[in-house]
């Protein structure tokens, strides 16, 4: 229990931001965890820690997910914080708008993009979670970056790439 309750947050986010489903998500944490306790588990705590195996058991579980349903997923609309409804709208709006743009970010790009910046993961730790090389994952997040700064420019005027 102290595990899951350790581990479970981060997790379901990074799951969450790769399927854009609740009830996914948390289907894929249940999965996760399960196999963690199933005998034969192929955790090795020799080979990684136990953070960086359970996100690479989440990001292979989401990834099949995704690739069975081919299909793009909505999204849940946040919870409403007490905010003016104008904020609300705009806040919404920019939200759903870097959403879209991170789902439309290669998956190789997104993946290390939600690691690094959602769940401030050190570059070593997304290399070995992902399977890569440290410089792929300078690479992929810096390309990832520039895409997003193009794709959102017009949210902030001023702020796209210089040609």
């Known amino acids: 229990m102290r595990l899951f ?6 997790l379901f986010r990074f799951a969450y931001r790769l399927t854009r489903s609740v009830a996914d998500a948390q289907d894929i944490l249940q999965e996760c965890f399960m196999a963690l306790l199933a005998p034969g588990c192929a955790y090795d705590p020799q080979r990684a820690p136990l953070r960086t195996y359970l996100f690479g058991a989440v990001r292979n579980q989401a990834l099949a997910r995704v ?9 849940v609309p946040p919870p409403v914080d007490g905010r003016s409804p104008e904020t609300e709208v705009l806040r919404g709006e920019m939200e759903e708008a870097v959403a879209a743009a991170v789902m439309q970010l290669p998956e190789n790009q997104r993946e290390v993009l939600l690691l690094a910046h959602y769940e401030q993961m050190p570059q070593a730790e997304i290399a070995r979670t992902l399977g890569i090389e440290l410089p792929a994952v300078k690479s992929r997040l810096q390309r990832a970056r520039a895409s997003l700064k193009d794709t959102l420019a ?9 040609r």
Do not use: I, K, L, N
């Open 67 to 75: 690739r069975r349903m081919a299909a793009g997923v909505d999204g």
């Open 5 to 10: 309750d350790e581990h479970h947050a981060p």
């Open 154 to 162: 017009a949210y902030a005027p001023g702020a796209g790439r210089r």
